[in-house]
């Protein structure tokens, strides 16, 4: 925080002729402080050496302010001197660090297998695939014996209908197109419920 103006040349030749004044009346105190701030090269001048002249400066009526002998200068921030950090302290956070990438390490792989990463894959994971593409075989083979034997059974059955091939050749077909399609739904409804949608 800011506690000082660093002035330049304004002010450094306005406070020599104010100290050269002989009447100017300033208090001892105050010519002494401005006299060691002249002797410096550079000028910080304290807040409250500032105040003081700007009392003296009012009160005796001079014939310049004090925002006129700053007008070339600026605040002074002096510069901020860190503290050395505690190494028991360093030492500590740098375990928390340390732990924290862990953590964060471990929820990042939790979800990793490494019998996936295998390239060959294990016993287990041949089995199930080939219980999948059994699965999906039969269910395949199922419907399709489905709709021969809907075609057959309907083609045989309307020979009692009709008398022409053609007619019962369509019927028959008509009839495996609906079977095929109730098949078509009840698998769909199947696999719905499988992959665990309503």
Known sequence: MASSFAVGNAFRNQVT???EN?????????????????????????????????????????????????????????????????????????KIKAK?????????????????????????????????????VVTVFNFLVTIVTAFACSYMGSQYLFTET???VISAVIAASVVGLAELYVLVRTMEGELGEP
């Open 17 to 19: 002729e104010l100290l």
């Open 22 to 94: 002989t009447d100017s009346s300033l208090t001892r105190e105050l010519k002494e402080e401005l006299e060691q701030l002249l002797e410096k090269q550079d000028i910080i001048l304290s807040f409250s050496t500032a105040r003081k002249l700007k009392t003296c400066l009012q009160d005796k009526g001079h014939p310049f302010y004090l925002h006129e002998l700053l007008e070339d200068g600026s605040l002074h921030l002096p510069e901020v001197v860190k503290p050395p950090r505690n190494p028991q302290l360093v030492a500590r956070l740098e």
């Open 100 to 136: 924290l990438a862990n953590e964060e390490y471990d929820r990042i792989t939790r979800n990793v297998n490494t019998q996936e990463i295998n390239r060959g894959g294990t016993l287990a994971d041949f089995g199930r695939e080939v219980r999948s593409v059994k699965a999906v």
């Open 166 to 168: 053609t007619a019962r």
